[in-house]
């Protein structure tokens, strides 16, 4: 699986921007997908991601209620919509693959859980 990211840029505090992510390759294989985001300095930490075949949408709780995560299975694309945006939003976004089976059914938040990211996209938000 390859994946890359998109749609990143600048942008005033209070804006939106719409980050998308297309994988190619053995999709099929993904276990969970999710959207990481980096700010300087910083760990790398979780922002939003779903098991790959279901429904259910988990967020962190600083962007619950602003940011929206997406996906079309059928076109392998997932998106993050990026609602009433904050300065400390800013970071490098990473979407990230968990490509090992969970006989639990667990969805991870973890980046160590995640094997195939992609390049990351620069998102930064002014005051």
């Known amino acids: 699986v390859q994946l890359q990211a998109f749609g990143g840029g600048v942008v005033r505090a209070g804006g939106s921007l719409r980050l998308s992510c297309a994988a190619s390759?053995?999709?099929?294989?993904?276990?969970?997908v999710a959207w990481f985001r980096q700010p300087p300095e910083k760990n790398r930490e979780f922002v939003a991601g779903?098991?790959?075949?279901?429904?259910?949408?988990y967020y962190a709780d600083s962007v619950k209620g602003r940011f929206t995560f997406s996906r079309d299975n059928t076109k392998n694309i997932m998106t993050l919509q990026m609602n009433s945006l904050k300065p400390e939003d800013t970071a490098f976004y990473y979407c990230a693959v968990d490509l090992t089976y969970r006989d639990s059914g667990r969805f991870y938040k973890s980046p160590i859980e995640y094997d195939i990211w992609g390049q990351g996209t620069e998102v930064t938000v002014s005051s």
């Open positions: 779903t098991k790959w075949t279901a429904s259910d949408t």
């Open positions: 390759g053995r999709t099929d294989s993904a276990y969970a």
